[in-house]
């Protein structure tokens, strides 16, 4: 049989397509997933148990377990679980929320799903791309109801901090831990969080989220409102612990199926080996980049906590950056923005008018991420920064 025909080759086969200069494509992020989750997702068929089962109880309780805490709901996305947790923290109409623009628009959309409106607050500064705290005191009205904090490339926000201002105010505290799962004190300061098991993230179920919440009444509501706002789950029902159900609060169809909770125990498993397998390419990425590019910045520090999900540098002002991605492009190198400002898309400029973030539009206008996930080796870092000096000298 071919060599291509083989199930092992058949991803390897269709990078072939994409080489270049007989050299592997570097790409930006790239899921891990092998004989393990497809042996999971055969038993879930064979089990012919398709949705909201043991394995969803099961995976959630693992990632409460590795989060230290009682008790998780996993549910069909971040941007679902972010929904819920304003919803079940009783955020809505006449509600303003600090939010990053510095961020997926996910964030600012689940403000308006509930109602509320997203009041964008500035970073700390381009070396620190931070939801700034100085600037998110400036940004409190009496309507301010809570806060959005992200884990910007997997780097944790001075949750301490945070939870101290968010105290002193009176305002609840959020964050949109996508960035950050299984990293230091994640999700525990916060009145509700949730993570994200899309493709590009540190571990993945394809599509899927997780929500933490710090008081267990909150939580209850958020599983109620993942399923229609009903008081008694399928299987509860299947098994004969209840016959009926309630409906007392409006929810949404927000589930996570068999199939993604089976594949996310197994992930679930690897994503510490994975994080600290992205830190030490970090590491090295900020030794070879400070040797061969000193005129480049890296946000953070190499101290800082960190689940390293993104690994985003800052070209000196003024570069064409449009010019280094093609560069980059045509040396088999992947690379993105992270983000364009959310503040600055045309629906939200229509929606929230005259907004201006000085270090986020820096930030954004300077930043550039390169490829970062467990599958590279330090000779691919090598390859990238390389590619990058030589996308500069020519
Ligand atoms: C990916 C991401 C989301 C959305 O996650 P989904 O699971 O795709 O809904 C939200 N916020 C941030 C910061 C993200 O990176």
């Given at each position: 049989m071919p060599k291509a025909f083989s199930p092992k080759n058949t991803r390897a086969s269709s990078l072939a397509a994409d080489m270049q200069e007989g050299k592997r494509v570097l790409s930006l992020s790239e899921p891990i997933l092998g004989e393990a989750e497809k042996q999971a997702l055969c038993a879930v068929i064979d089990s012919n148990w398709l949705t909201m089962g043991d394995r969803v109880i099961q995976f959630e309780r693992a990632f409460a377990d590795l989060h230290?805490?009682?008790?998780?709901?996993?549910?069909?996305?971040?941007?679902?679980?972010?929904h819920?947790?304003?919803?079940?923290?009783?955020?809505?109409?006449?509600?303003?929320?600090?939010?990053?623009?510095?961020?997926?628009?996910?964030?600012?959309?689940?403000?308006?799903?509930?109602?509320?409106?997203?009041?964008?607050?500035?970073?700390?500064?381009?070396?620190?791309?931070?939801?700034?705290?100085?600037?998110?005191?400036?940004r409190c009205t009496p309507r301010t109801k809570a806060a959005i904090v992200m884990h910007y490339g997997g780097y944790l926000v001075d949750m301490p901090a945070w939870r101290s201002f968010a105290d002193k105010r009176g305002i609840l505290l959020i964050e949109d831990a996508a960035h950050a799962p299984a990293t230091g004190?994640?999700?525990?300061?916060?009145?509700?969080?949730?993570?994200?098991?899309?493709?590009?993230?540190?571990m993945s179920t394809a599509e899927g989220g997780m929500v933490l919440a710090r008081e267990k009444s909150v939580l209850d509501l958020?599983?109620?409102?993942?399923?229609?706002?009903m008081t008694t789950g399928?299987?509860?029902r299947h098994r004969g612990h209840a016959y009926s159900y309630d409906v007392t609060t409006l929810g949404y169809n927000y589930r996570m199926d068999e199939l993604r909770a089976a594949v996310g125990a197994i992930q679930l498993k690897r994503l510490p080996e994975w994080n600290g397998r992205r830190r030490e390419l970090s590491k090295d990425y900020r030794k070879k980049l400070a040797a061969a590019l000193p005129e480049i910045e890296i946000p953070f520090t190499g101290e800082h906590q960190t689940a390293s999900h993104l690994m985003p540098v800052l070209l000196p002002a003024g570069t064409n950056r449009?010019?280094?991605?093609?560069?980059?492009?045509?040396?088999?190198?992947?690379?993105?923005?992270?983000?364009?400002?959310?503040?600055?898309?045309?629906y939200y400029r229509n929606l929230i008018p005259a907004e201006s973030l000085p270090n986020t539009e820096a930030f954004c206008?300077?930043?550039?991420?390169?490829?970062?996930?467990?599958?590279?080796d330090e000779d691919d870092v090598t390859r990238v920064v390389t590619a990058?000096?030589?996308a500069f000298s020519s």
């Open positions: 230290g805490a009682f008790d998780a709901v996993a549910v069909s996305s971040c941007t679902a679980g972010l819920l947790c304003l919803q079940a923290l009783g955020v809505g109409p006449g509600d303003e929320v600090l939010v990053p623009s510095l961020t997926f628009v996910a964030t600012a959309n689940a403000v308006l799903y509930a109602g509320a409106s997203p009041v964008f607050v500035d970073i700390e500064s381009e070396r620190l791309p931070h939801i700034s705290l100085e600037e998110a005191a400036t004190e994640v999700g525990r300061l916060s009145d509700a969080s949730a993570f994200s098991f899309f493709t590009n993230k540190n958020v599983r109620r409102m993942r399923s229609h706002g399928t299987l509860d449009a010019k280094v991605m093609t560069a980059l492009r045509e040396a088999g190198i992947q690379t993105s923005i992270h983000y364009p400002p959310v503040h600055l898309f045309s206008s300077r930043e550039l991420s390169l490829p970062l996930h467990p599958s590279l990058l000096k030589d």
